[in-house]
């Protein structure tokens, strides 16, 4: 078997399987917090075994069946397709950059993983890796944590974190709202609060103490531009839903209207597929049994960030 990278994220192992170990090390150094040795795990233990390969022709990174498209977006220096085919599910990257390119097509791919919802091992291949963007590497393992970890109640949200009493709160919202704000705010007002991740903590349904399923959050490697990597878990004490405002102001939301803040934080290419749409839901559907739901609407100031601690933790 191939030399391998181990990770422990989210309470979950996560395999890198390469010829270039230490290439693929040095492209992910926000993953350090999390790397593990050990030698005793069988494969069939783990929770996904990435496999990284060469191809020097794009073209045999091309799908092996008819596919549909589920979803396409763009990220740093790519642009990013979903889509499923009879067996698998394909995620492409297509660099920007044009480094290597597929003539036929006038397109430069990054990498291709392909995933079944049946297995633990998804395949990435890549045309090569001298010329692989690292930010396409790490978002390509976001992906690949989100297609094992929902079926399991594991995934990222779009969400900034802070820690208050040993308890997190998930400041969430659409890019350029506000959440990163807010949760300075907390860190500079705040006393005892402090940043667990700035983008994208990983959340798990687990049991609590009184064996009910609630929510627990974890920071992950995947923290945007606040690059706070902590391997960290903490039960959750509510989700909040930003939006700027002339005033402050904090409301508990009904179910269907912290449903309607919940959704889309989630994985958006994940949300078009009808199988992952229904996985999601029941995820949402356990935090809004145990965990509360709060609209927030407020200024940049200190007093939002008093006022949502007052009334969280009351």
Not at 38 to 60: G, I, K, M, P
Not at 235 to 263: C, D, M, W, Y
Request: glycine content about 6%; proline content about 5%.
């Amino acid at each position: 078997m191939k030399p391998k990278l181990s990770y422990h994220i989210a309470g979950h192992y996560i395999d890198l399987f390469s010829s270039e170990t230490e290439q693929l090390k040095r492209m992910l150094p926000g993953f350090a917090p999390f790397f593990v040795e050990y030698e005793n795990q069988q494969f069939d233990d783990l929770s996904l075994a990435f496999f990284v390969e060469e191809s020097l022709d794009a073209e045999e990174i091309e799908s092996e069946e008819e596919t549909v498209l589920i979803h396409s977006f763009d990220i740093e220096d790519g642009a990013c397709s979903l889509s499923r085919g009879a067996k698998k599910y394909y995620f492409t990257i297509q660099d920007r950059r044009g480094a290597v390119s597929d003539t036929t097509e006038n397109k430069s791919f990054s990498l291709k993983l392909e995933m079944q919802t049946d297995s633990k091992s998804i395949r990435c291949h890549c045309v090569s890796l001298r010329s692989l963007h690292p930010g396409h590497l790490k978002f390509s393992l976001w992906m690949a944590l989100a297609f094992i970890g929902i079926p399991r109640q594991t995934v990222a949200l779009h969400a900034s974190v802070v820690i208050y009493a040993n308890r997190a709160v998930l400041v969430l919202g659409e890019s350029g709202t506000g959440k990163s704000t807010h949760t300075k705010l907390w860190l500079r007002h705040i006393t005892g609060s402090r940043l667990l991740n700035d983008d994208s903590p990983v959340i798990r349904i687990e049991l609590d103490e009184n064996n009910q399923p609630v929510p627990f959050v974890y920071g992950s490697p995947w923290s945007g531009k606040g690059q706070c990597y902590l391997n960290e878990r903490y039960p959750v004490a509510a989700f909040v839903r930003l939006e700027q405002h002339t005033i402050n102001q904090v409301t508990r939301l009904s179910k269907l209207g912290a449903f309607g803040a919940l959704f889309p934080s989630f994985p958006p290419a994940l949300l078009k597929d009808e199988y992952y749409e229904e996985k999601i839901c029941n995820i949402i559907s356990t935090v809004l049994k145990t965990t509360p739901v709060y609209g927030l609407q407020c200024l940049p100031d200190k007093s939002a960030a008093e006022l949502l601690k007052n009334t969280i933790f009351q």
